[in-house]
């Protein structure tokens, strides 16, 4: 298969690329998220185990994913097809592109709900709402009055959902691409502030260390303390990998189907994720040592970020310009994200359905938007209405399904493809791999993508349904 470029565009470099891929994976997972699951599976273990599940998993998932879109050149569902074909496979593994389109609208659904969430902290940070008085109590007010709200949210929701499919409808080249560069780079620098605050001005900087970097399985494994096993916190470790790094769905491979052909993958890989990896940890540097100089519980759950930071805006100089700061580039980062998101499912009826971008990208996001209201009305009028598990809203239950059950489930299936249906020779092209096979990093990967990824997307799942312990 020899397609130069894909019918949707390319982007103009390399370095555009990895801007793009990174805007993926940097967003509410690592500075909501990351922070709250952390939080809520006790620390330390639960940061190893992911990190472990990125370093294992998640990057070699990426290189597959970016391998696979680059030599498929279409949307995820015609790209497997079409890769099927080329390694004489069943066109049946298309469900790939099929299984992400469909985590693609359930994670957009609730993701837009969140990234509403950032944008509502916008006008509340300008209009002086946190300041000196605030405290831990006022903070937490605040959040329960936004999300008590029906109206407030969906108006929010509707705001960020319209901003996703503007950027799809105009295709990617000309707004993000730009808007990227700047941005990224600032709300990095800003979180570094974050934690530069969260060090000099509480004096629970260590207290935040320890409960970061502190192992304790006992935590993750134990969550209740009365010697009953539990694989939830290490598959709760293992999605947060794949949701974090974008995997698992095909919004990486689509970003990979405008990849130009000279791009090495694994260099590129290391970045993306690097910097995914990085945003986390600060996110969650900054956030633990103001959890505890106010005497907030760490597993206090999805208000976690939007508690915390507040209270060290409304108390540190210049609180009310780097709050907004802070929350107009979080939800540039939600933005970005949102739109790898929307991508493959708009290019998908392009290339099949011929729908124009803009039509494609209306018509997704309205189904998205109403998916989305279940997440709205599970934060209140349904806060009680637990249909499926005891305990968890729907807007759990959209967590909990993606993060935990489908992307781990199409990142083992894209493993499974790349590492051993598809020809040497097509690895060979798309990795560059010289000296006939004998490379380091080739290598490397292919053990990994072939033994270590399966077996530990397999394992997990198994402990994670109790089939064993530990
Ligand atoms: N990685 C993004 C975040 O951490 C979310 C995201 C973007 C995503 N694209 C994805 C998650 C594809 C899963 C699959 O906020």
Redesign the pocket.
């Known amino acids: 298969m020899t397609h130069s470029v894909s019918m949707h565009g390319s982007w103009s470099s390399r370095w555009v690329f990895i801007l793009a891929a990174t805007g993926?994976?940097?967003?509410?997972?690592?500075i909501?998220?990351?922070p709250y699951m952390a939080g809520e599976y006790g620390g330390g273990a639960f940061v190893l185990v992911y990190l472990l599940c990125v370093a294992m998993i998640g990057i070699p998932v990426m290189m597959a994913e970016i391998m696979l879109g680059r030599r498929g050149r279409k949307s995820p569902i015609n790209a497997m097809r079409d890769l099927a074909e080329e390694a004489s496979q069943h066109p049946a593994w298309a469900a790939i592109g099929w299984m992400g389109v469909a985590?693609?609208f359930m994670?957009l659904s609730f993701?837009s709900v969140v990234g509403g969430w950032a944008l509502s902290y916008v006008p509340e940070m300008i209009s002086g709402s946190f300041n000196a008085d605030t405290s831990k109590e006022s903070a937490g007010a605040a959040f329960d009055g936004l999300i008590g709200s029906p109206t407030t949210l969906t108006i929010w929701h509707t705001i960020f959902i319209f901003l996703t499919a503007f950027v799809i409808a105009r295709g990617v080249e000309k707004g993000l691409e730009k808007a990227v560069k700047f941005l990224m780079p600032a709300l990095f620098l800003l979180l570094l502030s974050l934690v530069a605050y969260a060090m000099f001005s509480t004096d629970k900087f260590m207290d935040g260390i320890n409960f970061m970097f502190n192992v304790d399985f006992d935590k993750l494994f134990y969550p209740k303390g009365d010697g009953q096993f539990s694989g939830e916190g290490v598959l709760a470790a293992m999605g947060q990998a794949?949701?974090?790094?974008?995997?698992?769905?095909?919004?990486?491979m689509m970003y990979g189907a405008y990849l130009p052909k000279d791009t090495a993958i694994t260099p590129t890989t290391v970045i993306i994720a690097g910097a995914?990896t990085l945003v986390a940890l600060l996110a969650g540097l900054a956030i633990f040592p103001i959890v505890f100089a106010n005497g907030l519980d760490a597993g206090s759950g999805p208000g976690l970020v939007f508690i915390t930071l507040p209270i060290a805006f409304g108390h540190m100089p210049g609180g009310i310009f780097f709050g907004t700061l802070f929350f107009v580039l979080l939800t540039f980062?939600?933005w970005t994200?949102?739109i790898?998101?929307l991508e493959p499912s708009v290019a998908w009826l392009v290339e099949s359905w011929h729908w124009s971008r803009k039509k494609a990208a209306i018509l997704c996001s309205i189904a998205i938007w109403a998916l989305g209201m279940l997440s709205v009305f599970s934060l209140n009028i349904l806060k009680d209405f637990h249909p499926f598990v005891a305990g968890q809203t729907l807007f759990d239950n959209f967590q909990y399904i993606?993060?935990n059950i489908m992307?781990p489930l199409g990142g083992l299936l894209i493993a499974i493809f790349a590492a051993w249906m598809m020809e040497r020779d097509a690895h060979h092209d798309e990795l560059h791999v010289k000296n006939g096979g004998a490379d380091i990093s080739y290598k490397t990967w292919l053990f990994l993508i072939r033994f270590v990824t399966p077996v530990g997307v397999s394992l997990v799942f198994l402990s994670a349904i109790g089939v064993f312990s530990v």
């Open positions: 993926s994976a940097v967003g509410l997972g690592n909501w998220k990351f985590a693609g994670i993701y794949f949701f974090s790094l974008s995997v698992g769905m095909g919004a990486i995914d980062a939600a994200s949102a790898s998101i993606t993060s992307l």
